[in-house]
């Protein structure tokens, strides 16, 4: 009895020990859905980076950018993030106030992006040019510029994101600040009317559209090579605007409070490396922010080429935001 006693007693000591040894640190990663989602990068940056790191790594998920600041906000210096993948540029002031971001320490040498990167809190790991995708099946003649699609009475309608909670619907937000100026309340009531909804973020927003919801939605100039690769259909385009486009650049940082510092630190310095930028193109579809050795796609090498890049500060936006959404909601309103 003693004996078996004393032998059930090494078992379990024994297996005990063979899983405290084999317990992995754990990652805890914030990102939006649709990074993490079925058709998102998620799942193989998941596996590429445990693959090196001896550790697991959790997403945890939000609707879009601005819903991933408003939880941190909300967290403070509690939040369970170590790292935060999906930031975007124009919020990029914002989320540092928050004091819950530490310095990368990362390499940011030698990008791919159309602006020089000098932050020290962010780095950028994909960017794009927001664009209104349509269907040139059922719209043969898209809009040319901003102006056009928005001041004619009988242009397409469109479906849009909500700019306190999508990333490109603050994008286009700015966008019309860019080209409208001071007159950019009334731009958006000539709009209005052929507004067909707001949507929280981009995914249902392009659902809708894809639904027939709407002739246009509010995306990127890098999305219908998704639908070339994907589904091997080429009749979505980004329609081209004379005015220039404006410029979506995403985000990750690596929180202080983090339990992990080490290893957020690694995944830093992973996010700009080949294994994460490959997955990029055809994963999150959008430019990668360090071009993949094997350079990109061929879908991606006829997407629309912006005549100009439009882009407010980070500190611009984080200085007008207020006062450009109240504008927007009180055209909404009108």
């Known amino acids: 009895m003693l004996r078996r006693l004393l032998l059930a007693c090494l078992s379990l000591c024994f297996a005990t020990g063979i899983a405290h040894a084999q317990a992995k640190p754990t990652l805890t990663v914030y ?24 550790c697991e790594l959790v997403w945890v998920t939000a609707e879009d950018a601005g819903s991933l600041v408003g939880r941190l906000r909300l967290e403070g210096e509690t939040t369970k993030a170590d790292v935060v993948v999906g930031l975007d540029m124009n919020l990029a002031a914002e989320a540092k106030a928050l004091g819950v971001f530490a310095p990368h320490g990362a390499d940011v040498k030698d ?12 780095i950028p790991f994909d ?3 927001l664009a209104f995708v349509y269907d040139s099946t059922k719209l043969a003649n898209p809009p040319k510029s901003l102006k056009e699609l928005v001041e004619n009475p009988n242009g397409p309608k469109v ?6 909670t999508s990333a490109p619907g603050l994008g286009f937000l700015l966008w019309m600040r860019q080209v409208y100026g001071d007159k950019a309340d009334d ?21 809708l559209f894809m639904k027939g919801e709407a002739d246009m939605v509010m995306s990127y100039t890098t999305s219908p090579a998704y639908h070339v690769v994907a589904e091997k259909k080429d009749q979505y385009k980004a329609a081209a605007f004379s005015e220039g486009h404006y410029l979506h650049v995403e985000l990750a940082g690596a929180t202080r409070t983090t339990k992990q510092p080490e ?7 992973f996010v700009l490396s080949e294994p994460f930028q490959s997955a990029m193109p055809e994963g999150n579809w959008m430019m990668p922010a360090k071009t993949p050795q094997a350079g990109l796609p061929g879908a991606f090498k006829d997407l629309v080429q912006p005549s100009k890049a439009l882009l407010f500060t980070p500190e611009e936006v984080q200085q007008n935001r207020r006062a450009f959404l109240d504008g927007w909601l009180n055209a909404a309103a009108r």
């Open 263 to 269: 290893l957020a630190r690694t995944f830093m310095v």
């Open 111 to 122: 990008l791919s992006l159309p602006i020089r990167w000098a932050d020290d809190t962010f």
């Open 127 to 129: 960017w794009g040019y």
């Open 187 to 207: 731009a958006w009531a000539q709009l209005k009317p052929r507004v067909v909804t707001f949507t929280k973020g981009w995914s249902e927003a392009y659902g």
């Open 31 to 54: 990102t939006y859905g649709s990074f993490a989602g079925k058709y998102g990068p998620g799942k193989t940056i998941k596996e590429r980076f445990e693959a090196t790191c001896s």
């Open 159 to 164: 479906v849009l994101q909500d700019p306190r």
